[in-house]
């Protein structure tokens, strides 16, 4: 018979990939979805995979709402991948990021508690627990130092998740994700934002990208390869919490070299702080401008994660490089803006 998991967060890019992993192992897909104006499945259709998923009504706020869902789609794995997940829109919405990405969590294995021990849990984790880094590679054994709302509450989530794993015996691990991007990515993110404004500066629309701090460094891999790692997670005999990250570490700047390059531009920085400015190699012209704006409050500057452990027990490894990751994602969006068939 073939298994069952309901997949919270179904609309956003984990979880279009997610299920169309699990669709392939030959799961029954339910996707929890949650109430909004507007019908918000442009992902999934995007990978072909819109049709092939029971989608339920869901909320991670609503107690009644996950006991009904679970008890209705009896699921025999939960993959929580829902979450308010914009770190900078945490110190605007902390008290709604803690409600959601924090004690949501805990009403996830509340109701796992109350209806089937049985159940298996993958928690989606982050690399922004480490924040102002202690050790640098950071593995699993890593002191952790959350840096934002977001951070914060994903600490407590997961902690929560070690706690219903040793007190009432839950499978539920928790996977530390480093960055993962793709074409599918949302564009507030520094990734997906710097391939659309490029392809739309390329294509003419736009003349120039503002950003914030361009010396950023993250762990970027592509979200198709992490997935995987979630569901092996979940294979295991044994719960247990794994990072998933590539054990490289590039600049916001670099990114954008790449991103450009693989559109055929060449972009030059010069100057310091705020003056910094990337140039037109060809025309001189400003194309990247440092806007304060999208500086936050407390910044999580360097991210690099050892993704050991994931290798040797699960038999887990990135296939996507940083540079065809980028190179994809950049190429999509100018596909995107040249044909104008932007959904997301
Ligand atoms: P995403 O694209 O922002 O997707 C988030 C999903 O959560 C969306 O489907 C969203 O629904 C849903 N959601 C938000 N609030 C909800 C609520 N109150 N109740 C139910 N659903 C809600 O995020 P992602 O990049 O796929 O990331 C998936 C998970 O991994 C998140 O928990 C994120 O925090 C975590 N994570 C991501 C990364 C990364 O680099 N991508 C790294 C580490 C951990 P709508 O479509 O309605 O907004
Ligand atoms: O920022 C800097 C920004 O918003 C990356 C989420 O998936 O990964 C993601 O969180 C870096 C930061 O991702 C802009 O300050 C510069 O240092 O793409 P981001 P994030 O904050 O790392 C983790 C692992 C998660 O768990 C989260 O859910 O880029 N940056 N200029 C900028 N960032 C944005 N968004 N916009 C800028 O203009």
């Not at 009403?107 to 627990?129: C, D, H, N, P, W």
């Not at 520094?190 to 120039?208: D, N």
């Not at 012209?285 to 993704?307: Q, S």
């Amino acid at each position: 018979m073939s298994k069952r998991a309901l997949v919270t967060g179904i609309t956003g890019q984990d979880g279009a990939y997610l299920s169309q992993l699990l669709l392939s192992k030959g799961y029954e897909v339910y996707g929890a979805v949650r109430r909004t104006s507007s019908i918000n499945t442009a992902r999934l259709a995007d990978l072909g995979i819109d049709k092939d998923i029971k989608t339920v009504e869901f909320d991670l706020l609503e107690m009644s709402n996950i006991l009904r869902v679970v008890e209705q789609t009896k699921p025999d794995e939960i993959y929580n991948l829902a979450a308010q997940s914009f770190v900078a829109t945490s110190f605007e919405q902390p008290i709604y990021t803690g409600s959601v990405d924090g004690l949501g969590v805990t009403r996830v294995l509340e109701a796992i508690r109350t209806l089937g021990k049985g159940i298996r849990f993958y928690q989606a984790s982050t690399s922004e627990m480490f924040g102002k880094v202690q050790a640098t590679p950071q593995s699993e054994t890593t002191p952790f130092y959350p840096r934002s709302p977001y951070g914060a509450a994903k600490l407590y989530a997961h902690w929560m998740t070690v706690n219903y794993r040793e007190a009432y015996d839950i499978h539920a691990s928790s996977g530390i994700l480093f960055n993962h991007e793709s074409p599918l990515r949302g564009t507030e993110f520094v990734t997906r934002k710097i391939t659309l404004a490029l392809a739309r500066i390329q294509c003419g629309e736009a003349r120039e990208v503002r950003l914030g701090n361009l010396a950023a460094k993250r762990d970027w891999g592509f979200a198709g390869d992490y997935v995987e790692g979630m569901w092996r997670m979940v294979q295991q005999p044994k719960a247990d919490d794994y990072i998933l990250a590539t054990g490289e570490t590039h600049s916001v700047e670099e990114f954008v070299c790449l991103a450009a390059a693989a559109l055929g531009m060449e972009i030059t920085f010069e100057g310091d702080g705020l003056q910094r400015v990337g140039r037109d190699g060809k025309t001189g012209r400003p194309i990247v401008v440092v806007d304060p704006a999208f500086f936050r409050p407390t910044e999580v500057d360097l991210l690099l994660g050892n993704p050991h452990k994931a290798t040797t027990a699960l038999g887990w490894q990135r296939k996507v490089s940083f540079q065809q990751l980028v190179e994809d994602m950049a190429r999509k969006d100018f596909d995107r803006v040249r044909d104008g068939c932007l959904r997301y």
